[in-house]
C-alpha cells in the first residue's frame, strides 16, 4: 500500500517561508503530477519527500508510516533527476546494478531483476556501453531503469525530460506513462510544462508561491479553472483576459459585449476566454477586430484582433485564410466564457 500523505507540511530557510501549509493525500497507484513556475515550491515539496530536505513542520506518511525521520535509503522510493548523473566509467550494466550491488544483493538475484527492466526500456543493445556513448535520451532511459530495478513502492521524477528535445520528451513521456501501468506504482512527477502535466496526470496540484492553487484532474482544471492564475497558466494558446463590466445578462463595455453566464453578480469582472471557443462570425453583435497577426499552426491559426484597448488571440481553422488589416467579426458562447473576481483571482461561474 504506497499511499503518499502531506499534512501540513511547512519549509523555512531561516526566516524565508517556502512551503506554507501543504496538505495533499495521494493514493495508491495514482500518478500526480506538481505542476508550476520555477520558484513555486514544487521541486522542494518532492525533496522532502524523498528525505532530500528536512521537513521544518507537518507531517509525511508514506503507506501510514510516519516519515519525518527516516533515512532516505528506508522510505521506499526511488527518485529519477533532471540530471542524470550516471557514472561515466561503468557500464550502463553497473549504473543500473550499482545500488543492489552495494546492498549485498547476489548476482543472480540482480540478474533475475535486470531483464524486466532492460527489456521495458529497451536497454539490451546498449549494456556494456558507456554512458558517453548513448543520446540524452538513452542516458535518462538508464536512469529511469536504476530507480526501477529497486522496485520502489513510491516513484519520484524531478523534471527528468527538461533537458532533451521535444521529439525526446514526447517519446520518453509515452514511456513513462506505460511503465507506470505496468509497474502499478505510485508515481510523482515534477514538471513547469503544462504538456507533460495533462498528458500524464491523474491528478495536477497546481502550484504557485509554496502552496496549492489548484488541484484536479486534467480536464477539470483545464475547463473549470479555480483562478485567474490557473486560467492563464494552463492551455496553449494562452486564455485571453479581459476587463469589463457585467449589466444583467451581458457582459462587455462600448466595445465588446458577451451573453452572460448565468449566475453572476452585476459590477467589473475579469472575462477570460480561450483562442479557441471564438467562432469566425457575420453577426451584428459580433465583436469586430482588424487582424494584427496570422501565424499557420498546420491545423490551424492564431490570430489577433484589435479593437481598441482590447487585443484577442483566436484559434481557428487553417483553411480560414484571414489577410492582415481585415476586419474579423468573432462571437463565443456564454458556456464559454469564465468570469473571475478581479479584486480576490477566485472563479465566479
Known sequence: MATVECRGIRKLYGA????????????????????????????????????????????????????????????????????????????????????LERAGIGKAAIDQRLAPVVEALGLGVYLARKPTELSGGQQQRVAIARAMIKTPEVFLFD????????????????????????????????????????????????????????????????????????????????????????????????????AAPPGIRQGEVTVGIRPGSFRVSEDAQAFRGTVERNEFHGETRLVSLKNGQHEINISIPAEVRPTIGEVLGVEVASSDIHVFDPATGLRLN
Open 16 to 99: 524565508l517561508e517556502v512551503m506554507r501549509g501543504f496538505d495533499l493525500k495521494i493514493d495508491d497507484h495514482e500518478f500526480v503530477v506538481f505542476l508550476g513556475p520555477s520558484g513555486c515550491g514544487k521541486s522542494t515539496m518532492l525533496r522532502m519527500i524523498a528525505g532530500l530536505e528536512e521537513i521544518s513542520s507537518g507531517d509525511l506518511f508514506i503507506g501510514g508510516e510516519r516519515m519525518n525521520d527516516r533515512d532516505p535509503g528506508d522510505r521506499g522510493i526511488a527518485m529519477v533527476f533532471q540530471n542524470y548523473a550516471l557514472y561515466p566509467h561503468m557500464s550502463v550494466r553497473e549504473n543500473i546494478t550499482f545500488g
Open 159 to 258: 523534471e527528468p525530460l527538461s533537458n532533451l528535445d521535444a521529439k525526446l520528451r514526447g517519446n520518453l513521456r509515452i514511456e513513462i506513462a506505460r511503465l507506470h501501468r505496468d509497474l502499478k506504482t505510485t508515481s510523482i512527477y515534477v514538471t513547469h510544462d503544462q504538456l507533460e502535466a495533462m498528458t500524464l496526470a491523474d491528478r495536477i496540484v497546481l502550484m504557485k508561491d509554496g502552496k496549492i492553487e489548484q488541484m484536479g484532474t486534467p480536464e477539470e482544471i483545464y475547463q473549470k479553472p479555480a483562478t485567474v492564475f490557473a486560467a492563464g497558466f494552463i492551455g496553449t494558446p494562452n486564455m485571453n483576459f479581459l476587463q469589463l463590466k457585467m449589466a444583467q445578462e451581458w457582459i462587455g463595455d462600448n466595445l465588446i459585449k458577451f
